[in-house]
């Protein structure tokens, strides 16, 4: 049972151009959200997060918004750069997920943004 | 900064061997995580550790086993390698509470089984 979706597998933009990335999640007891960009032979890095006490998080040009009725949160990138493209991961978290204090992830399947230039 | 390795970013084994794959983390995190990763299916979870000597079966735990007998390190074990764990591996740490449940993540170790 996959409780995080990226129902995109792949997105191409044009440079300069919004990047819009999606991300739904089923279990409605997940509190944190984040976003995660890897590059081919290395290891996922930190991009982006929310809580679910908010419904918007921006960082310079990343921004996520997450609508908590619709399960659903967006990654939006502004202006896209070709050094965005990469694979993206949503991932979501809850205190209750797994033993207390773990911190674990649920990660989604990702999604690869090409940006042209 | 936060600085995860992994013992080797390629390796190559056969079928029925033990591998043997090392994490170390710097930040004396007491989380600690190994994933694979394979197209379409994300990040998946195998095994985790909270503390020294604890562990928990994450997601996809058959055919492995983990070691945590020092903070800084983790280690995940391939019993008998079979061509089906072939793939990333990626490991990572997190600190205990603070509201904050960001991982960080070492480069990953490609991994081919013949």
């Known amino acids: 049972d996959q409780q995080v979706k990226q129902n995109s597998p792949s997105l191409s933009v044009q440079e300069g151009r919004i990047s819009i990335l999606n991300c739904d999640y089923t279990?409605?007891?997940?509190?944190?959200f984040l976003w995660y960009k890897k590059y081919p032979a290395e290891g996922p890095t930190f991009l982006i997060s929310?809580?679910?006490?908010?419904d918007k998080n921006e960082d310079g040009r990343f921004t996520v918004f997450l609508n908590k009725s619709a399960k659903h949160l967006s990654l939006h990138i502004v202006p896209s750069q070709p050094g965005d493209s990469a694979v993206y991961f949503c991932?979501?978290?809850?205190?209750?997920?797994?033993?207390?204090?773990?911190?674990?992830?649920?990660f989604g399947q990702g999604t690869t943004l090409q940006v042209k230039p | 900064d936060v600085k995860v390795t992994q013992s080797s970013r390629y390796l190559v084994k056969r079928t029925g061997e033990k591998v043997f794959l090392e994490c170390v983390q710097d930040?004396?995190?007491?989380?600690m995580f190994w994933y694979r990763q394979d197209p379409g299916l994300g990040l998946r979870l195998i095994y985790f550790?909270?503390?020294?000597?604890?562990?928990e079966k994450g997601d996809i735990p058959e055919g492995y086993s983990v070691s945590r007998e020092k903070k800084e390190r983790f280690s995940l074990i391939l019993e008998s390698a079979s061509t089906n764990q072939t793939s990333m591996y990626l490991c990572?740490?997190?600190?205990?509470?603070?509201?904050?449940?960001?991982?960080?993540f070492g480069p990953g170790t490609r991994l081919t089984v013949t």
């Open positions: 990572a740490s997190s600190s205990h509470g603070g509201g904050s449940y960001e991982q960080y």
């Open positions: 279990n409605s007891m997940f509190d944190y």
């Open positions: 929310i809580s679910s006490i908010k």
């Open positions: 991932a979501a978290s809850s205190w209750l997920v797994g033993s207390s204090n773990t911190g674990k992830l649920i």
């Open positions: 930040m004396d995190h007491e989380n």
């Open positions: 550790s909270y503390d020294v000597k604890m562990k």
